[in-house]
């Protein structure tokens, strides 16, 4: 069950991350930012898209516990997951934005993905 979990997190992260390696603009839309700069788009794709590959690849290798290192790998994404959604209960106090979408949608996914990682780690269906 910890392998299908990891697995469908994974499966989120590498779809961000290659969206923002092939199409940065389109990645970043909804959120009203321009990227009208080769620097600015080089930073969507190293951001959302490099490091969203790279955390696709690490959550694969830790459904399969390579190593032994799914439970490590699946707590800190959980945290990483769960920082972001802080970072938009912040924005809450101090913006409030003004739509559900795209802000207040991706803090339930944040907060969703955080809580199947710990869960595949920290359930006794885990391994």
């Known amino acids: 069950m910890a392998a299908v979990l990891i697995?469908?997190?994974?499966?989120?992260?590498?779809?961000?991350?290659l969206l923002g390696l092939v199409a940065p603009?389109?990645?970043?839309?909804?959120?009203?930012?321009?990227l009208e700069s080769a620097t600015a788009?080089?930073?969507v794709r190293a951001v959302y898209?490099?490091?969203?590959?790279?955390?696709?690849?690490?959550?694969?290798f830790a459904a399969f516990d390579v190593g032994g290192i799914q439970r490590g790998v699946a707590i800190a994404v959980a945290v990483?997951?769960?920082g972001m959604a802080f970072g938009r209960l912040v924005a809450r106090f101090a913006e409030r934005p003004e739509r559900f979408?795209?802000?207040?949608l991706y803090f339930w996914v944040e907060l969703v993905l955080a809580t199947l990682?710990?869960?595949?780690?920290a359930s006794p269906l885990a391994g």
């Open 80 to 82: 990483a997951l769960a």
């Open 101 to 104: 979408y795209p802000s207040w």
């Open 117 to 121: 990682l710990v869960l595949a780690v």
């Open 7 to 17: 697995g469908l997190v994974a499966v989120f992260f590498l779809g961000m991350g």
């Open 49 to 60: 898209g490099g490091f969203g590959v790279a955390v696709a690849v690490l959550l694969g």
């Open 41 to 43: 788009r080089t930073e």
């Open 25 to 34: 603009k389109r990645l970043i839309r909804p959120f009203g930012i321009s």
